[in-house]
């Protein structure tokens, strides 16, 4: 099953590559052919070669890098309101997302108490996990 997934996930890069290159080649088309003469820019706003056929202003990939930190804030606040992991509905049980999720804080230098609060376990199996995943031994 999971190299069936594996297989659609490339299959489905490929397609978001093509589909970049046809809106690259198409935009360039565009930029190659201006409605009116441009005056000669400054050397922060020489256009940027890409591929060997495509120039794109400066100003313009500006604004594209603005939009996607714009978008990569709104996705941030998106994942900050949402809860890390779901909690087990039986009081005491601990699911193994958030055990794995605990692991990996562990070895990323997290402290025990951060780890319980991300996480939803007990400050008990957060310092275990600190001791045993940190890399602080």
Known sequence: MNAVIGYVLIALAILNLVGLLLVFRRL??????????????PVAEAPVPIAGELAIP??????????LEHRLGDIEDQVRRQPTV???????????????LAQRL?????????????????LTEAELLH???????
């Open 28 to 41: 360039g088309g565009v930029i190659a052919q201006p409605t009116r003469p441009q005056p000669a820019a």
């Open 58 to 67: 400066a100003d313009a990939l500006a604004n594209m890098l603005r939009r």
């Open 86 to 100: 779901s909690m087990a509905s039986e009081p005491g049980a601990t699911s193994d997302r958030a055990l794995a």
């Open 106 to 122: 562990a070895r990323q230098g997290a402290n025990p108490k951060d780890i319980a609060e991300t996480c939803g376990i007990s």
């Open 131 to 137: 001791r045993l995943h940190s890399n602080s031994h």
